[in-house]
C-alpha cells in the first residue's frame, strides 16, 4: 500500500495506508454510522461530491457482488457505479469472503478511479466533524497535493440523473420518475406495486399531453435551490390534482415548490436509525437516511402541513398538502434498516393513484 493522508480544512491531518486508486481527490467530508452495507452507501447517488468516512471499524470483509442488473436496474448496487469521490475507513479487510462477491473492495475502487484511505481513527474524525460541522477535505498520496473543492457550490444533480427517459414495466398505473439521483431501491418498490414507470432527467420538460398517473421526485445529492427547472416543473404539476411522492431531496424540492425554504444542516443525517415521529400519532419509525439539507417548516405556505418529524434534532422529516394528494419524507421509505418500518409510504402513495 501505499502512504495517504486525510486534510480537513480546519488543519487536522490523519495519515494512513491508501488502496483503491491511486489518485489525490477533494470532497465534502461526511460519515456515516451504518455497520453493513458498503457496496449499497458507495454507490449511492446522494454521495456525489463526498469523502465519505464509515465508522464501522472493519470494512471490505464481504468484497464486492456483481454489478447484476433485473429489469435494466441493478439488483445489489444503488446505481451502476460508485459515486463517493473518496473513502475513509478505520480498517481494511484485504482478504474477503462471500459467496455473491465477485470483487474485492480495492479492485472495484480501483477500476473506478475512487481512492481510499485505511489505518485511521475514524470515530476521531467523526467526533471531529461533530462538533464543528461538515468539512471540505482532500485525500492526498504522498507527495501530491490538490486544492479544497466544495461541492455544494455545484449542480450535483445534474452529474447523476439520467440523460433521456427509460422506461420499466408495461402494465398498472403508470407513474412519471423525475430523476434527481434515483436509488435503484426506489425503483423496485415501486415496480413490486404493480406500477409502470418512465423515468425522466432532473430537467425534462413534461409535454402537456404526457400521459400518467402520479409522479415521484427521487432522492439525489447537494443544494436542492440548484435544481430550478425541476422546482418550477414541480410548480406546473401542482396546478393538477395527480398525486405526487417526494422523497428525500425530492422532499425538500416539493417544499421550495411549494413557496417554503431549506437550509443546510450541521452535519446532515447519514445514517440507519434516524428516529421519525409521525405528527399527531407520535409513533416512531426508525428510518435510513442520507443528506444535508433540510426544509424550514416555518416557512411552509398555507395549505401545508408537517407530517414526520426527528426525534433527535427536532428537523422536519416530511410533509403533506391538507387537499390535495401530495406528499413527501426526507427519510427514504425503500430502506430497510430493521424491519420495513416505512414501505407503508409508497403504499399511501399507490391508494391514490
Known amino acids: 500500500m501505499t502512504t495517504g493522508r486525510l486534510v480537513l480544512d480546519d488543519g487536522a491531518v490523519f495519515e494512513g495506508e491508501m488502496f483503491g486508486a491511486r489518485t489525490s481527490i477533494s470532497g465534502e467530508v461526511v460519515f456515516n454510522t451504518g455497520m453493513v452495507g458498503y457496496p449499497e452507501s458507495l454507490t449511492d447517488p446522494s454521495y456525489k461530491g463526498q469523502i465519505l468516512v464509515l465508522t464501522y471499524p472493519l470494512i471490505g470483509n464481504y468484497g464486492v457482488p456483481s454489478a447484476q442488473t433485473e429489469g435494466g436496474v441493478p439488483s445489489?448496487?444503488?446505481?451502476?457505479?460508485?459515486?463517493?469521490?473518496?473513502?475513509?475507513?478505520?480498517?481494511?479487510?484485504?482478504?474477503?469472503?462471500?459467496?455473491?462477491?465477485?470483487?474485492?473492495?480495492?479492485?472495484?475502487?480501483?477500476?473506478?478511479?475512487?481512492?481510499?484511505?485505511?489505518?485511521?481513527?475514524?470515530?476521531?474524525?467523526?467526533?471531529?466533524?461533530?462538533?464543528?460541522?461538515?468539512?471540505?477535505?482532500?485525500?492526498?498520496?504522498?507527495?501530491?497535493?490538490?486544492?479544497?473543492?466544495?461541492?455544494?457550490?455545484?449542480?450535483?444533480?445534474?452529474?447523476?440523473?439520467?440523460?433521456?427517459?427509460?422506461?420499466?414495466?408495461?402494465?398498472?398505473?403508470?407513474?412519471?420518475?423525475?430523476?434527481?439521483?434515483?436509488?435503484?431501491?426506489?425503483?423496485?418498490?415501486?415496480?413490486?406495486?404493480?406500477?409502470?414507470?418512465?423515468?425522466?432527467?432532473?430537467?425534462?420538460?413534461?409535454?402537456?399531453?404526457?400521459?400518467?398517473?402520479?409522479?415521484?421526485?427521487?432522492?439525489?445529492?447537494?443544494?436542492?435551490?440548484?435544481?430550478?427547472?425541476?422546482?418550477?416543473?414541480?410548480?406546473?404539476?401542482?396546478e393538477q390534482d395527480r398525486p405526487i411522492l417526494g422523497i428525500c431531496l425530492g422532499h425538500q424540492l416539493m417544499a421550495l415548490a411549494a413557496g417554503a425554504d431549506t437550509y443546510k444542516l450541521k452535519f446532515g443525517h447519514r445514517s440507519q436509525n434516524q428516529p421519525c415521529l409521525e405528527v399527531g400519532t407520535q409513533r416512531c419509525y426508525i428510518t435510513s437516511q442520507n443528506h444535508g439539507y433540510a426544509v424550514r417548516t416555518d416557512t411552509l405556505p398555507t395549505g401545508w402541513t408537517p407530517w414526520f418529524t426527528n426525534a433527535n434534532d427536532g428537523t422536519n422529516e416530511g410533509i403533506r398538502h391538507r387537499r390535495k394528494p401530495f406528499m413527501s419524507v426526507q427519510f427514504h421509505p425503500e430502506a430497510s434498516p430493521g424491519p420495513d418500518d416505512t414501505a407503508h409510504i409508497f403504499d399511501e402513495f399507490v391508494r391514490h393513484l
Not at 480501483?110 to 482532500?138: C, E, F, N
Not at 444533480?157 to 407513474?175: E, K, M, N
Open 76 to 238: 445489489t448496487w444503488e446505481s451502476d457505479r460508485i459515486q463517493v469521490q473518496g473513502l475513509v475507513v478505520s480498517e481494511y479487510a484485504s482478504r474477503h469472503s462471500h459467496w455473491q462477491a465477485s470483487q474485492s473492495l480495492a479492485e472495484w475502487l480501483a477500476a473506478s478511479g475512487v481512492p481510499a484511505l485505511s489505518g485511521v481513527d475514524t470515530r476521531q474524525i467523526t467526533k471531529r466533524i461533530r462538533d464543528r460541522g461538515t468539512m471540505l477535505g482532500k485525500l492526498l498520496m504522498s507527495g501530491e497535493e490538490v486544492g479544497f473543492c466544495d461541492p455544494n457550490q455545484q449542480n450535483l444533480v445534474s452529474a447523476v440523473s439520467s440523460d433521456a427517459p427509460v422506461s420499466y414495466g408495461s402494465a398498472g398505473p403508470r407513474v412519471l420518475l423525475i430523476d434527481c439521483g434515483c436509488k435503484s431501491n426506489i425503483i423496485r418498490n415501486l415496480l413490486a406495486r404493480g406500477l409502470s414507470l418512465v423515468r425522466v432527467p432532473w430537467n425534462y420538460a413534461i409535454p402537456p399531453d404526457m400521459d400518467y398517473d402520479g409522479v415521484v421526485i427521487s432522492s439525489g445529492p447537494g443544494d436542492p435551490k440548484y435544481c430550478r427547472d425541476t422546482i418550477r416543473q414541480l410548480q406546473l404539476l401542482m
